[in-house]
Protein backbone atom coordinates (compact mmCIF):
# COMPACT_ATOMS: atom_id res chain seq x y z
CA UNK A 1 0.00 0.00 0.00
CA UNK A 2 2.64 2.36 0.88
CA UNK A 3 4.93 1.86 -2.42
CA UNK A 4 1.28 2.22 -4.29
CA UNK A 5 1.08 5.98 -2.77
CA UNK A 6 4.55 6.73 -3.53
CA UNK A 7 4.55 5.41 -6.82
CA UNK A 8 1.02 7.48 -8.03
CA UNK A 9 2.27 10.98 -6.00
CA UNK A 10 5.51 10.40 -8.20
CA UNK A 11 3.53 10.28 -11.32
CA UNK A 12 1.13 12.67 -10.08
CA UNK A 13 3.60 15.28 -9.53
CA UNK A 14 4.58 15.28 -13.28
CA UNK A 15 7.20 12.47 -12.63
CA UNK A 16 7.60 9.12 -15.57
CA UNK A 17 6.14 5.70 -14.94
CA UNK A 18 9.82 4.17 -16.37
CA UNK A 19 10.96 6.04 -13.49
CA UNK A 20 10.07 4.22 -10.93
CA UNK A 21 12.03 1.21 -9.41
CA UNK A 22 10.94 -1.33 -6.41
CA UNK A 23 13.01 -0.92 -3.46
CA UNK A 24 14.86 -3.88 -2.84
CA UNK A 25 15.45 -5.83 0.13
CA UNK A 26 18.02 -6.13 0.82
CA UNK A 27 19.64 -3.44 -1.34
CA UNK A 28 23.02 -3.92 -2.46
CA UNK A 29 24.63 -1.94 0.38
CA UNK A 30 23.35 -3.75 2.93
CA UNK A 31 24.41 -6.59 1.69
CA UNK A 32 27.95 -5.33 1.53
CA UNK A 33 27.86 -4.15 5.38
CA UNK A 34 26.14 -7.71 6.10
CA UNK A 35 29.40 -9.27 4.42
CA UNK A 36 31.33 -7.91 7.14
CA UNK A 37 31.81 -9.85 10.67
CA UNK A 38 30.27 -8.53 14.18
CA UNK A 39 27.19 -6.91 15.50
CA UNK A 40 26.24 -3.91 13.82
CA UNK A 41 23.15 -1.32 15.16
CA UNK A 42 21.68 1.17 12.83
CA UNK A 43 19.10 3.49 14.62
CA UNK A 44 17.79 6.92 13.34
CA UNK A 45 14.42 8.40 12.71
CA UNK A 46 11.72 5.77 12.56
CA UNK A 47 13.60 2.86 11.60
CA UNK A 48 16.14 0.58 13.11
CA UNK A 49 18.28 -1.93 11.30
CA UNK A 50 20.20 -4.61 12.74
CA UNK A 51 23.06 -6.98 11.02
CA UNK A 52 24.71 -9.54 13.00
CA UNK A 53 25.78 -13.03 12.76
CA UNK A 54 22.45 -15.12 12.20
CA UNK A 55 20.82 -17.72 15.22
CA UNK A 56 17.27 -18.42 16.37
CA UNK A 57 15.17 -15.75 18.03
CA UNK A 58 17.17 -12.56 16.71
CA UNK A 59 13.85 -11.16 14.73
CA UNK A 60 11.90 -11.53 17.96
CA UNK A 61 14.54 -10.24 20.28
CA UNK A 62 14.46 -6.78 18.16
CA UNK A 63 10.55 -6.77 18.33
CA UNK A 64 10.41 -7.78 21.97
CA UNK A 65 12.69 -4.75 22.60
CA UNK A 66 10.45 -2.43 20.67
CA UNK A 67 7.30 -3.03 22.20
CA UNK A 68 9.18 -2.96 25.59
CA UNK A 69 9.35 0.17 24.83
CA UNK A 70 6.05 1.41 23.34
CA UNK A 71 6.88 1.38 20.10
CA UNK A 72 4.61 0.15 17.08
CA UNK A 73 5.88 -1.88 14.33
CA UNK A 74 4.69 -0.30 10.93
CA UNK A 75 6.78 -2.86 8.70
CA UNK A 76 9.84 -4.88 9.17
CA UNK A 77 11.51 -7.28 7.18
CA UNK A 78 14.19 -10.17 7.99
CA UNK A 79 16.92 -11.72 5.34
CA UNK A 80 19.28 -14.45 6.53
CA UNK A 81 22.28 -15.20 4.06
CA UNK A 82 23.52 -18.45 3.17
CA UNK A 83 26.48 -17.68 5.20
CA UNK A 84 24.97 -17.11 8.70
CA UNK A 85 24.35 -13.36 8.69
CA UNK A 86 21.01 -12.03 9.78
CA UNK A 87 19.46 -8.56 8.93
CA UNK A 88 16.54 -7.40 10.47
CA UNK A 89 14.94 -4.08 9.58
CA UNK A 90 11.87 -2.22 11.81
CA UNK A 91 9.81 0.72 10.86
CA UNK A 92 8.29 2.10 13.96
CA UNK A 93 5.88 4.93 15.49
CA UNK A 94 6.47 6.18 18.83
CA UNK A 95 2.79 7.00 20.35
CA UNK A 96 4.16 8.39 23.24
CA UNK A 97 7.21 10.82 22.48
CA UNK A 98 7.63 13.33 19.62
CA UNK A 99 10.90 11.17 19.14
CA UNK A 100 11.78 7.23 19.49
CA UNK A 101 14.46 7.01 22.30
CA UNK A 102 16.95 5.50 20.33
CA UNK A 103 19.86 5.63 22.82
CA UNK A 104 17.79 3.42 25.32
CA UNK A 105 16.00 1.55 23.16
CA UNK A 106 19.87 -0.07 21.45
CA UNK A 107 21.02 -0.36 24.86
CA UNK A 108 18.45 -2.72 25.56
CA UNK A 109 18.95 -4.37 22.52
CA UNK A 110 22.13 -5.19 23.03
CA UNK A 111 21.30 -6.54 26.05
CA UNK A 112 19.14 -8.71 24.75
CA UNK A 113 21.24 -10.13 22.07
CA UNK A 114 23.20 -11.24 24.16
CA UNK A 115 20.88 -12.94 26.90
CA UNK A 116 20.90 -10.56 29.25
CA UNK A 117 17.76 -8.59 29.65
CA UNK A 118 14.43 -10.95 30.50
CA UNK A 119 11.78 -10.09 27.18
CA UNK A 120 8.80 -11.90 28.19
CA UNK A 121 8.80 -11.25 31.94
CA UNK A 122 9.26 -7.93 31.06
CA UNK A 123 6.56 -7.80 28.27
CA UNK A 124 4.20 -9.43 30.57
CA UNK A 125 4.77 -6.89 33.37
CA UNK A 126 3.83 -3.85 30.35
CA UNK A 127 0.94 -5.89 28.85
CA UNK A 128 -0.46 -6.41 32.46
CA UNK A 129 -0.07 -3.07 33.31
CA UNK A 130 -1.06 -1.04 30.09
CA UNK A 131 -3.54 -3.42 28.88
CA UNK A 132 -6.06 -1.92 31.88
CA UNK A 133 -5.95 1.19 29.72
CA UNK A 134 -6.46 -0.26 26.13
CA UNK A 135 -9.86 -0.79 24.38
CA UNK A 136 -11.03 -4.24 23.86
CA UNK A 137 -9.73 -5.87 20.74
CA UNK A 138 -12.18 -6.14 18.36
CA UNK A 139 -12.64 -8.02 14.77
CA UNK A 140 -11.92 -11.39 12.90
CA UNK A 141 -10.08 -14.08 15.04
CA UNK A 142 -6.46 -14.58 14.53
CA UNK A 143 -5.58 -16.98 11.34
CA UNK A 144 -2.31 -18.56 10.42
CA UNK A 145 -2.33 -20.37 6.91
CA UNK A 146 0.54 -22.03 5.00
CA UNK A 147 1.76 -21.82 1.46
CA UNK A 148 4.38 -24.47 0.54
CA UNK A 149 4.24 -22.86 -3.48
CA UNK A 150 5.21 -19.52 -2.88
CA UNK A 151 8.63 -20.25 -2.52
CA UNK A 152 11.16 -22.70 -3.68
CA UNK A 153 13.87 -23.13 -0.18
CA UNK A 154 10.79 -22.34 2.27
CA UNK A 155 7.26 -22.49 3.85
CA UNK A 156 5.58 -19.29 3.77
CA UNK A 157 3.56 -18.67 6.78
CA UNK A 158 0.87 -16.05 7.01
CA UNK A 159 -0.50 -14.16 10.21
CA UNK A 160 -3.50 -12.08 10.23
CA UNK A 161 -4.15 -10.97 13.91
CA UNK A 162 -5.50 -7.54 15.85
CA UNK A 163 -2.83 -5.70 16.88
CA UNK A 164 -1.64 -5.52 20.33
CA UNK A 165 1.32 -5.04 22.83
CA UNK A 166 4.14 -7.45 21.55
CA UNK A 167 2.36 -9.64 19.24
CA UNK A 168 4.85 -9.48 16.78
CA UNK A 169 7.55 -10.72 19.19
CA UNK A 170 5.09 -13.68 20.41
CA UNK A 171 4.39 -14.69 16.80
CA UNK A 172 8.32 -14.86 16.36
CA UNK A 173 8.79 -16.41 19.37
CA UNK A 174 6.82 -19.37 19.02
CA UNK A 175 8.33 -20.12 15.98
CA UNK A 176 11.84 -19.81 17.36
CA UNK A 177 10.25 -22.74 20.03
CA UNK A 178 9.52 -24.90 17.05
CA UNK A 179 13.33 -24.52 16.00
CA UNK A 180 12.17 -23.04 13.14
CA UNK A 181 14.49 -20.03 11.07
CA UNK A 182 12.92 -17.18 9.81
CA UNK A 183 14.84 -16.55 6.34
CA UNK A 184 12.60 -13.63 5.49
CA UNK A 185 9.94 -11.57 6.41
CA UNK A 186 7.43 -8.89 5.89
CA UNK A 187 5.48 -7.32 8.33
CA UNK A 188 3.03 -4.45 7.95
CA UNK A 189 0.15 -2.83 10.94
CA UNK A 190 -2.63 -1.87 8.84
CA UNK A 191 -5.06 0.06 10.85
CA UNK A 192 -5.34 -2.23 14.12
CA UNK A 193 -4.61 -5.33 12.50
CA UNK A 194 -1.15 -6.76 11.20
CA UNK A 195 -0.59 -8.73 8.46
CA UNK A 196 2.42 -10.91 8.48
CA UNK A 197 4.28 -13.36 6.37
CA UNK A 198 7.15 -15.14 7.63
CA UNK A 199 9.38 -17.26 5.30
CA UNK A 200 10.90 -20.59 7.48
CA UNK A 201 12.74 -23.19 6.68
CA UNK A 202 12.97 -25.70 9.58
CA UNK A 203 15.91 -27.34 11.70
CA UNK A 204 17.36 -29.10 8.61
CA UNK A 205 17.20 -26.49 6.36
CA UNK A 206 14.05 -27.80 4.26
CA UNK A 207 10.54 -26.78 3.92
CA UNK A 208 7.87 -28.00 6.62
CA UNK A 209 5.50 -30.34 5.07
CA UNK A 210 4.78 -32.70 7.84
CA UNK A 211 1.24 -32.33 8.82
CA UNK A 212 1.65 -32.97 12.25
CA UNK A 213 4.15 -30.34 11.98
CA UNK A 214 2.29 -27.47 10.84
CA UNK A 215 -0.25 -28.53 12.92
CA UNK A 216 1.70 -28.03 15.70
CA UNK A 217 3.00 -24.52 14.46
CA UNK A 218 -0.40 -23.40 13.64
CA UNK A 219 -1.44 -24.69 17.45
CA UNK A 220 1.78 -22.51 19.49
CA UNK A 221 1.29 -19.20 16.83
CA UNK A 222 -2.85 -18.73 18.12
CA UNK A 223 -2.10 -19.75 21.39
CA UNK A 224 0.66 -17.09 21.71
CA UNK A 225 -1.97 -14.58 20.04
CA UNK A 226 -4.34 -15.68 22.99
CA UNK A 227 -1.92 -14.92 25.46
CA UNK A 228 -1.47 -11.27 23.84
CA UNK A 229 -5.06 -10.36 23.88
CA UNK A 230 -5.39 -11.73 27.44
CA UNK A 231 -2.49 -10.86 29.24
Known amino acids: MSQLVERVAHVLQGGDMGEIVAQQFPGAAQLSLLAGPGTRIDASGDRLTLMTDDRPGIFSRVAGVLAL ?74 TVTFDDDASTNATVIDVRAPDDIGVLYRITRALTELDLDIRSAKVQTIGHHVVDAFYVRDGCGGKITDRHTLGELERAILHSLAGATTA
Not at 72 to 93: H, I, K, M, N, T
Not at 97 to 119: F, Q, S
Request: no cysteine; net charge positive; charged share 25%.
Open 69 to 142: HGLDVLQAAAYSSDEGRALASFRVSDPLRPEVPWPRVVADLELALVGRLAIHARLAERARTYGRSRPPITGPAP
